[in-house]
Nanobody
């Protein structure tokens, strides 16, 4: 079973930035490179929502409308890490952020569907507050 680890969360003021990282931890340090990666979040009292997805080659990237222009998803194959750069953060971005991976190619009709993601991390807390 693939274990995912998110990091980079924390407390930031409105308008600030954070970069979240997602790595895979098991026997093969480059395991993450074999999967497509999605980012999700869950705010207090709300359901989990999709934020972004990046294909294995990083040729396809998808974003939820509420983060377009503010969040950027990327991958570093040398480090076998996926990133979510978050800029101009707002209080409503406060949530636990999760990365997840899937073997099927994400498309415009299903990149947001959490049922397609096979492994999930434990999440990292992001709090946006002054």
């Amino acid at each position: 079973q693939v274990q995912l680890v998110e990091s980079g969360g924390g407390l930031v003021q409105p308008g600030g930035s954070l970069t979240l990282s997602c790595t895979a931890s098991r026997f093969d340090p480059y395991e993450l490179d074999a999967y497509h990666v999605g980012w999700f979040r869950q705010a207090p009292g709300k359901g989990r929502e999709a934020i972004s997805s990046v294909s294995k080659s990083a040729g396809r990237k998808y974003y939820a409308d509420f983060v377009k222009g503010r969040f950027t998803v990327s991958r570093d194959y040398a480090k076998s890490t996926a990133y979510l750069q978050m800029d101009n953060l707002k209080s409503e971005d406060t949530a636990i952020y999760f990365c997840a991976i899937r073997t099927s190619m994400p498309g415009s009709s299903d990149w947001w569907d959490e049922r397609e993601y096979e492994y999930w991390g434990q999440g990292t807390q992001v709090t946006v507050s002054s």
